[in-house]
T-cell receptor, first 112, second 117 residues
Framework: EAQVTQNPRYLITVTGKKLTVTCSQN?????MSWYRQDPGLGLRQIYY???????DKGDVPEGYKVSRKEKRNFPLILESPSPNQTSLYFC???????????FGPGTRLTVT | ELKVEQNPLFLSMQEGKNYTIYCNYS?????LYWYRQDPGKSLESLFV?????AVKQEGRLMASLDTKARLSTLHITAAVHDLSATYFC?????????????????FGKGTHLIIQP
């Protein structure tokens, strides 16, 4: 089954404790992105990647890092999380042979 | 900077009625997406519109795209309670790239739709 998976699905952590949210897709997609969703703001793009070792900032990259060492994986790293990063995070993927964008199930992060 | 504006942001309507959600965007693009999101869930793809004048229909939902006006509409016909959800439009700002979403999508803020019996 074609899918985008994210782990963990729920996470409660404390300010300053480094964390990684993993994202993996099994569709051999070139394009992957991370978004955060906040009430009243819709989805805002954090980072995107057009292929392995190619990443770039989206609209709200501050406080986040990403890497794309393998085509299927695109982890989101919060080196020192802060309460304003409490949000719902979505990973998405797409490919050059299709216009569809596939979204993961989401990760709800709470930073206290 | 690409801006995507949806309106209305909130809509309460009765079953059986028709209504339209509007999505305006600020830059040239011929790729527009509509998604549905239920509470606590991920985004479900409804339509991908790829050219000026594109019209797609699925059940009681119909989406259209006017690239010259930079406007897309999502029309709901004879609404039923099961269509209650939040609807997002999103624009692909790199139409020159092959495939979809090479540098991601820019989303509107969403339309929270409540359909009452």
């Amino acid at each position: 089954e074609a899918q985008v998976t994210q782990n963990p699905r729920y996470l409660i952590t404390v300010t300053g404790k480094k964390l990684t949210v993993t994202c993996s897709q099994n569709m051999n997609h070139e394009y992957m992105s991370w978004y955060r969703q906040d009430p009243g703001l819709g989805l805002r793009q954090i980072y995107y990647s057009m292929n392995v070792e190619v990443t770039d900032k989206g609209d709200v990259p501050e406080g986040y890092k990403v890497s794309r060492k393998e085509k299927r994986n695109f982890p989101l790293i919060l080196e020192s999380p802060s309460p304003n990063q409490t949000s719902l995070y979505f990973c998405a993927s797409g490919g050059i042979s299709s216009y569809e964008q596939y979204f993961g199930p989401g990760t709800r992060l709470t930073v206290t | 900077e690409l801006k995507v504006e949806q309106n209305p942001l909130f809509l309460s309507m009765q079953e059986g009625k028709n209504y339209t959600i509007y999505c305006n965007y600020s830059t040239t693009s011929d790729r527009l997406y509509w998604y549905r999101q239920d509470p606590g869930k991920s985004l479900e793809s409804l339509f991908v519109l790829l050219s000026n004048g594109a019209v797609k229909q699925e059940g009681r939902l119909m989406a259209s795209l006017d690239t010259k006006a930079r406007l897309s509409t999502l029309h709901i016909t004879a609404a039923v309670h099961d269509l209650s959800a939040t609807y997002f439009c999103a624009v692909d700002a790199t139409p020159s790239a092959t495939g979809g979403g090479a540098d991601g999508l820019t989303f509107g803020k969403g339309t929270h739709l409540i359909i009452q019996p």
